[in-house]
């Protein structure tokens, strides 16, 4: 709907041009029947490409100013802080990492064929593990967000799903963490044989992938995600508290200090 929005949008706006254009040309048109006339007379002197100058430079200041506000308003709006009680609900049962009982909760909606989401598991996520969650300050829980655009984004999701399925939370991370490390290298034959390196039945494994198992449960984090204001990966909630992009470690630091300072 959003594309088909922007595609309205642009269109108007060429059409608003093209109405400027003929408004200013019937407009100038006139004007010049009157400058010729009295150019005639030896009191005018007309420039014709002055006349043209003066109607692209209005015709691009107006396109301009239209993208501006088309711009604006198709940023979409920040969202707001959760609850504890919708924190609690935004968990689900997915699979968390680190004690349950950890009084900071960050979760996660990602996917697994996204380069700004490798870019933060290189990075701030492994000292967010060491600092917080291998201590017992933070639980940490991962939602599936597949951006259509990446074909391997679904696959990779129901993948680690069907490891959880057999093997629990702890395999599931491991799973999450072999994705990301050969996110160059995502596909079903790979997803089957590092599958394997964990210790899954192979017959089940298959079952699961091929019947579309954890499909449902897929979606759901997909629409939960989009109903808390998710609109691209990776995105977290802190405590409740929104955080977008594959920010430095250093950001999230700040926020889980002043959430503990609170306890």
């Known amino acids: 709907m959003k ?3 922007s595609k309205m949008s642009i269109l108007a706006i060429c059409t608003g041009a093209i109405l400027i254009l003929v408004a200013q040309f019937v407009y100038l048109n006139q004007k010049i029947s ?19 100058e003066k109607i692209d430079e209005g015709i691009e200041n107006f396109i301009k100013r239209e993208m501006e506000k088309q711009e ?9 802080d959760l609850s504890a009680e919708e924190m609690i609900a935004l968990m689900d049962d997915d699979a968390v990492k680190g004690s349950k009982n950890a009084p900071i909760t960050i979760v996660e909606f990602s996917e697994f064929q996204c380069p700004y989401c490798k870019m933060y598991f290189e990075n701030a996520y492994q000292d967010i593990l060491k600092k917080y969650v291998d201590t017992g300050k933070v639980k940490y829980v991962f939602r599936d967000y597949p951006l259509d655009f990446h074909p391997q984004a679904y696959p990779s999701a129901l993948s680690a799903e ?8 702890e395999a599931y991370f491991k799973m999450h963490d072999k994705l990301f ?20 039945n192979k017959a089940k494994f298959k079952e699961c992938f091929e019947s579309d198992k954890f499909k449902d449960e897929i979606s759901k984090d997909f629409m ?13 909630f802190v405590n409740g508290r929104f955080i977008s992009g ?15 300072a609170k306890l």
Do not use: H
């Not at 069907?162 to 939370?169: A, I, L, P, S």
């Not at 050969?182 to 034959?189: F, G, K, R, T």
């Not at 594959?246 to 503990?260: K, Q």
């Open 34 to 52: 009157k400058i010729e006339s009295a150019s005639l007379q030896g009191n005018v002197l007309f420039n014709d490409n002055l006349l043209s």
């Open 181 to 200: 490390e050969n996110q160059e290298s995502l596909s079903v034959e790979n997803y089957e044989i590092w599958a394997l390196e964990l210790g899954v």
């Open 162 to 169: 069907c490891v959880r399925d057999q093997k629990g939370d």
């Open 72 to 80: 604006e308003a198709m940023k979409p709006d920040t969202p707001a």
């Open 246 to 260: 594959a920010v430095p470690f250093e950001y999230f630091e700040t926020i889980i200090e002043e959430e503990l």
């Open 224 to 236: 939960d995600g989009r109903n808390v204001g998710v609109r691209g990966t990776p995105a977290f």
């Open 3 to 5: 594309f088909m929005s």
